[in-house]
């Protein structure tokens, strides 16, 4: 899953023990690598880390993920075709996100999402501070709800990853069969959510 998710799967402030660490570790968990650096982290941000590790771990070992991605590569997508499955599940979450989280607007949870982080912005890895910036600056999260901004968010991560030309071709992949993707998409959300909360109250 990608950053929409990621936030969302976070918890929400009012039932969430250390709701804004958790938030700081599952961001920061995107350029955090290794024991060492997960232990430099207090132990509240480092659960956010953890939760972030089990996300991608849980994503990428579900048979209905594994599913979308085969359909991927079978486009011509290759390696890296989770890739375009993760910014593509975040675009359909944003695009119907008053469904997913009936208790807030996209633009308002992508707002209070970017204050958060802006004032903890120094935690963060400097690599996610510096790409940070142009997140909030650009409004990703709110971005992915529109094709051009999956095709935006793919394009820009073709130029900046090593041969990842092909990327650029990612958006038209999946939204010329996006309605199996939200079959897709349907099927496990529900599932990832119940792992996230189970994973919670451990």
Not at 1 to 14: C, D, R, V
Request: charged share 25%.
């Amino acid at each position: 899953m990608n950053f929409l998710a990621h936030l969302l799967l976070s918890g929400s402030p009012a039932a969430t023990p250390d709701y804004d660490d958790i938030v700081v570790g599952n961001f920061a968990a995107e350029a955090v690598r290794g024991r060492a650096a997960l232990e430099a982290y207090p132990a509240t941000v480092q659960r956010g880390i953890r939760l972030h590790r089990f996300i991608d771990s849980f994503t990428d070992s579900h048979p209905v993920v594994r599913r979308s991605t085969a359909r991927l590569r079978a486009a011509g997508l290759g390696k890296w075709a989770g890739v375009v499955a993760d910014v593509g599940y975040d675009h359909l979450l944003a695009r119907d996100f008053a469904e997913f989280h009936p208790a807030e607007p996209l633009p308002a949870f992508a707002q209070r999402m970017y204050a958060l982080l802006h004032a903890r912005r120094q935690e963060l890895p400097e690599r996610l501070q510096h790409m940070f910036q142009y997140m909030r600056r650009d409004d990703w999260l709110t971005g992915y709800a529109r094709p051009e901004g999956l095709n935006r968010a793919l394009l820009g991560l073709s130029r900046r990853v090593p041969n990842g030309a092909i990327l650029a071709a990612g958006a038209a992949a999946f939204l010329i069969e996006v309605e199996a993707y939200e079959a897709d998409f349907r099927e496990f959300w529900p599932e990832l959510r119940a792992g996230v909360v189970s994973m919670l109250l451990q």
